[in-house]
């Protein structure tokens, strides 16, 4: 059946396209055939009737991807005076769609369910035209409409690239854009990942959400990406950086685990937490004797397994266990040392002791009687009913150590020092998941050491030609508080200041000539700035600070991260301040209930943290 117009309104003045004739329109309601100048609008059009041709593939499932644009419709129709369907009439008089393909399958769906009377209104061009004509003619105008986001923008590149036009430098041409604007729209809009931040975040420009698009096949690296963007742009370029050096790391690991796959070897995805009843090769032998496995004596043994780690200098590291190892005959050293020790205790009459028995107390906690001013050595206590001892082993090495105690002191007349009675002990337990917790962040720590020395190349690169505007906010009261602070660290620097050369690229210090010093030198010309003594001031502090984490203790646990000085807290609140953003495991210098969440055996008692153990907030002895 073929009807004609119900309604038609005359296009805006001056439309290219313009020409007059006689149509007859299929899905309209009316009966009278009249001429028309297009384009024109049509109304009354039964959505179903409209033809989307190849891009219904490009809109997909629309309840899906569009549920906003679905509810608006149900509610309100598709508005001709806001956003209007443009189609183009076949000979037959149906309307093929040139533009709106969205708004189209949002009317069809709700057709369908919530308004089976819904019509929509066209905008119908001359035949002929085509989808590229009207996207072109649509983007010159709006391009320039205030309010165009960054999203549209994109889109607009990628509708003209599936109508046809698929050179960028033509798109680029047709709309009087920047050609490399163009390329990374339509990259933009090709990608889920930034096609979304461009809807989320409209502010964002579209040169710099293309800044993500090296990333967008990384859910992780994205958003971390994205992030930065958004709060933190200065920072971005450093950051992006970082997380390049994390993807190489990752190929990397990948390549290198899958040729030992190859060779046999199963793969531990986690260093810190192997399946149970793993362990380390340097932490097995053979029978009684404590010398760790070697790599050639493992090498037939079924239970053959690797680590594989890359490190931020992009070294590989590979560490060998044995999965299941009792069953493949070996044995942990600590065991085996263990039971030694605790023989040879028996050979000397020496009974073993329950080191969690209410009564057990280590001899050099007690006091023989009243009088005694020292406490007792384990000869002085050899002689003593009470007399026993247990072994125990340090959780971060292989070494085990004897204690002595007393099974009864109060018994025995001994008195025990009342400064430790509440001393609280930590469960084996608690001490195993310190372990792994001190095994992982002190690789976080290396990893964030040398990244955070990357950003301070950054930080003083140009320092010389820096102005007072370019100083960080407040920063000469961090630098009045560094000598009270960080007054340990700047004397260690002293008097040679080496990494605050190396951050300012002076000369290295030679001798111990104080006036020879580079930065007396640079200090000491008339054309040095106020604001360059400032940098120069800034890079001594900074400089010492990071020249005590050149000393190879500064690695492990205590010496860092886990039990912070007055000094190291200064440090990190300064680079803060900054404007550096400090990693997890920096954060935890100044915050250390952040790792809580990751490890809950460090939950205060009372709170749930699962079935370990939790008797203290930090382990006593020394790092991993």
């Known amino acids: 059946m073929t009807t004609t117009l119900a309604e038609r309104d005359t296009a805006v003045d001056g439309a290219t396209d313009a020409t007059t004739t006689t149509v007859d329109v299929a899905g309209t309601t009316g009966d009278v055939a009249e001429q028309v100048t297009y384009p024109y609008v049509l109304h009354g059009v039964d959505p179903r ?134 390329r990374v729209g339509r990259a933009v809009a090709a990608q889920p990942r930034i096609r979304a931040a461009s809807e989320a975040l409209p502010d964002l420009d579209l040169l710099e959400l293309g800044q993500l698009i090296e990333f967008a096949d990384n859910e992780h690296d994205h958003q971390v990406l994205l992030d930065f963007l958004t709060n933190n742009p200065r920072n971005f370029e450093w950051k ?125 906690d007690l006091f023989a009687d009243e009088q005694a001013e020292q406490t007792m050595t384990a000869e002085e206590h050899a002689g003593c009913p009470g007399h026993a001892a247990y072994v125990e082993n340090d959780p971060y090495d292989l070494s085990v150590d004897v204690v002595y105690v007393c099974t009864d002191p109060a018994g025995h007349g001994h008195v025990q020092r009342a400064a430790l009675v509440a001393r609280p002990e930590q469960s084996a337990a608690f001490k195993a998941a ?95 700035s106020e604001a360059q003594a400032v940098f120069i001031r800034l890079a001594q502090v900074i400089g010492a600070c990071e020249e005590h984490w050149n000393r190879s203790y500064t690695d492990n646990a205590d010496a860092s991260w886990r039990r912070p000085s007055d000094d190291t807290r200064f440090y990190f609140e300064l680079l803060e301040a900054l404007g550096y953003p400090l990693s997890h495991i920096e954060q935890l210098i100044n915050n250390p209930e952040l790792d809580h969440e990751r490890w809950p055996h460090l939950a205060p008692a009372g709170a749930d943290s699962g079935d370990v153990d939790q008797d203290a907030p930090e382990v006593d002895s020394g790092a991993a």
């Open 240 to 364: 992006a950086e970082q997380v390049r050096k994390d993807r190489r790391r990752r190929a990397m690991r990948a390549e290198q685990a899958q040729q030992l796959a190859e060779q046999g070897y199963a793969l531990i995805d986690d260093e810190q937490n192997p399946p149970e009843g793993s362990l380390r090769l340097d932490e097995l032998c053979i029978g009684d004797d404590p010398t760790p496995l070697e790599t050639a004596a493992h090498a037939d043994c079924p239970g053959r397994a690797v680590a594989v780690d890359v490190d931020h200098w992009m070294e590989v590291e590979v560490t060998e266990f044995c999965l299941d190892y009792a069953a493949h005959g070996h044995h942990a050293i600590v065991a085996v040392k263990t039971a030694a020790a605790q023989e040879q205790l028996r050979a000397r009459g020496i009974p073993l002791a329950d080191p969690d028995a209410d009564d057990v107390v280590a001899v050099d």
């Open 434 to 528: 310190e372990v792994k917790r001190a095994g992982e962040n002190n690789k976080l720590w290396r990893d964030a050491k040398a990244g955070r020395r990357e950003w301070l190349v950054k930080f003083f690169t140009g320092w010389r030609k820096k102005k007072p505007a370019d100083l960080p906010a407040r920063v000469h009261h961090w630098l009045a508080l560094a000598p009270v602070l960080a007054s340990d660290f700047l004397e260690e620097a002293a008097p040679a200041h080496r990494y605050a050369c190396t951050l300012l690229k002076l000369a290295e210090p030679q001798g111990n000539k104080r006036e020879a010093n580079p930065l007396v030198a640079q200090l000491r010309k008339k054309t040095t």
């Open 49 to 182: 009737r409209l033809r989307t041709g190849g891009n219904s593939r490009v809109v997909g499932n629309i309840r899906e991807r569009r549920p906003d644009l679905v509810a608006s419709i149900a509610e309100h129709g598709v508005d001709p005076k806001v956003s209007i369907i443009n189609v183009v009439l076949d000979p037959d008089g149906e309307p093929d769609v040139l533009v709106g393909f969205h708004r189209s399958a949002a009317a069809v769906a709700v057709k369908e369910v919530e308004n089976p009377d819904l019509t929509v209104s066209l905008l119908v061009h001359a035949p002929g035209t085509s989808r590229k004509d009207v996207l072109v003619a649509q983007g010159i105008e709006n391009i320039h409409r205030e309010g165009y986001t960054q999203a549209e923008e994109a889109g607009l590149y990628e509708q003209l690239a599936l109508a046809g036009m698929d050179d960028d430098e033509k798109i680029a041409q047709a709309l009087a854009r920047p050609v490399e604007r163009v």
